[in-house]
């Protein structure tokens, strides 16, 4: 689940879950952090095949990260942050953390439950260490286009229990998930959109407010798609 939405927009996603895509609802936690997204921050939501909004997930200072889980991502991957997030899956909260790992290799997303226990572990690795037979179900479920990032995703007894391959055809991207032993889960297609929701414009002390106005920021979004890109491409 990374599309990019500025403040307003954060809110918008939030508001989808109550305007025809309602999933499990967001905690008025995400509500707030909607409302503290810097401008330009990145922000990532996703749908099902329904259209319900089944997962959110917000920027936070990497300040912001219980000591708990600081503690469980410093043993898990050492290494610089360039990422910290929080998220809610289906209604449930974990923190997110990417590094670079100290010791090299390719960028590491840690994810951790509310309570700081370990979630699990996604690794960017080279396409060829993917086994083979999860590579030829990912090309079979979205043949041709250009390879751009592979995936592996590991619990907390370290074994792979799905992976991510991730192309693009000509502009446009794909996420397709499988499982360890390379069944196809899903098909995501990550679209870039403009998200408008109405907004006062800001004004100077003691004028009166303005009638609501359009604000509109862009944005993009994952949505579940059949297992081949013509079926998902738009009209």
Known sequence: ?????????????????????????????????????????????????????????????ESALPETVRKVVDEKCP????????????????YVVNRAPSKGGGEV???????????????????????????????EAVPGGELTKTEEIRDGDGDVFEYHVKKTIEGVRYKI???????????????????????????SAGAPAPAPAAGKAASSAKEAAPATPAAAAPA
Do not use: N, W
């Open 79 to 94: 290494g610089r942050t360039t990422e910290t997030a929080v998220s809610f899956t289906h209604g449930a909260k974990h």
């Open 177 to 203: 998930v499988l499982g360890a032993q390379g069944k196809l889960k899903v098909v995501y297609r990550e679209i870039p959109a403009d998200v408008e929701i109405p907004m006062r414009a800001p004004t």
């Open 109 to 139: 997303e840690t994810i951790v439950h509310e309570d700081g226990s370990f979630c699990c572990v996604e690794t960017t690795v080279p396409a060829e260490q993917i086994p083979a037979a999860v590579m030829k179900h990912a090309h």
């Open 1 to 61: 689940m990374r599309s990019m939405l500025s403040l307003s927009a954060a809110l918008a996603a939030v508001a989808l879950v109550a305007v025809g895509c309602a999933g499990a609802p967001l905690p008025r936690e995400a509500l707030a952090l909607g409302k503290s997204v810097p401008v330009g921050a990145v922000v990532e939501f996703q749908s099902d095949r329904a259209g319900r909004l089944t997962e959110v997930k917000f920027p936070i200072a």
